[in-house]
Each structure stands twice: as structure tokens, then as C-alpha cells.
């Protein structure tokens, strides 16, 4: 349903009021080391993200397993397990 633009600046106005009411509660609260941890996860997850578009223009320019898996550090085999469901479809 379409909203007016004011409709949308009285939502944006009690967004802004409810922000600037806002008190963080103790549960709120994420301890340091486990926002760290949570960062790395979300860098890890891009990287794996990376490699596997690189694995699979790897594999389309024809690339055998055996070659991915040595820049992957790991066997052809261990490669294509990993990797051959997501990429050869």
C-alpha cells in the first residue's frame, strides 16, 4: 500500500525520537571479544565467497582439480569435494 510522504516523514520523525530515547540495557550490551569474533566470522565468510567465484572461473576456463587444488593448498580431490557441487552445476 503506497504511504504518503508525510506518513513517511511522521514515521521517520518517531524513529528518530525513539533513537534518541534509547538507553542500552545490560542484554544489549555484545562483550568485545565476541564482536571481534563475530567480525572475523563475517571476513572468512567473504573470503570463502572469493574463492569460491575464483574456483569456479578457475574451473570454466578449464582448470583441472588437480591445478585448483594446489593453489587451494590441498589435493585435486579434496578440492572437488568441496567445491564441484557448487561450481560445475
Known amino acids: 500500500m503506497p504511504r504518503s510522504i508525510d506518513d513517511l516523514i511522521s514515521q521517520a520523525a518517531e524513529l528518530a525520537d525513539e533513537f534518541e530515547r534509547y538507553e542500552p540495557r545490560e542484554a544489549d550490551r555484545v562483550e568485545p571479544a565476541l564482536l571481534a569474533l563475530r567480525r572475523a566470522v563475517y571476513r572468512r565468510a567473504l573470503v570463502e565467497q572469493e574463492i569460491l567465484e575464483q574456483v569456479r572461473r578457475a574451473r570454466e576456463a578449464g ?4 591445478k585448483v587444488g594446489e593453489q587451494l593448498g590441498t589435493s585435486g580431490e ?3 569435494q568441496r567445491y564441484s557441487d557448487r561450481v560445475d552445476a
Open 78 to 80: 579434496a578440492a572437488r
Open 63 to 66: 582448470w583441472s582439480w588437480t
